[in-house]
């Protein structure tokens, strides 16, 4: 049988812009246990933008820092790996609305992925990604025409 499920538990305050701490067990296809846990910031910062309007103070930056431990639960496929069990930690920093960050490194993988949005109308995303075999993929095709 091959199935998936995870449960998680975050622990914060009801508000959105107050620290959270975010634990998760999940099997992968009957055959990977991962357990990860990730640490939420929020950051306000009382900067006038000359790109935003006059009502708008402040900037809020989102951080994220974590790490995932990733292991083989199938006897079969542990059996012929050397070193099956992984660990990668992993950080996100959004700037603004316009801006995201994000990289997860660990021993066997790297990825890192870049995220724009346009604040004018109509806005766009660009998104461009890569990982450890520095393979990039830009994504224009991701182009979002929408008003706000």
Not at 56 to 80: H, K
Not at 107 to 131: C, E, V, Y
Request: glycine share 6%; hydrophobic share 45%.
């Amino acid at each position: 049988m091959n199935w998936s499920c995870a449960l998680g538990y975050g622990v914060g305050s009801g508000s959105p812009l107050s620290p959270s701490f975010n634990f998760s067990l999940e099997l992968v296809k009957s055959s990977q246990f991962v357990a990860s846990f990730y640490q939420h910031m929020v950051v306000q910062r009382r900067v006038k933008n000359p790109l935003e309007e006059n009502t708008v103070v402040g900037i809020t930056n989102y951080i994220d820092f974590g790490f995932e431990l990733q292991t083989s639960v199938d006897d079969a496929i542990a059996a012929n790996s050397i070193s099956d069990s992984t660990f990668q930690i992993g950080a996100s920093w959004q700037a603004n609305k316009n801006f995201l960050l994000k990289a997860k490194v660990g021993p066997k993988s790297s990825t890192m992925a870049l995220a724009f949005k346009s604040w004018w109308k109509p806005s766009f995303t660009f998104n461009i990604s890569g990982d450890n075999r520095w393979i990039f993929f830009c994504n224009l095709a991701t182009l979002f025409l929408f008003c706000l």
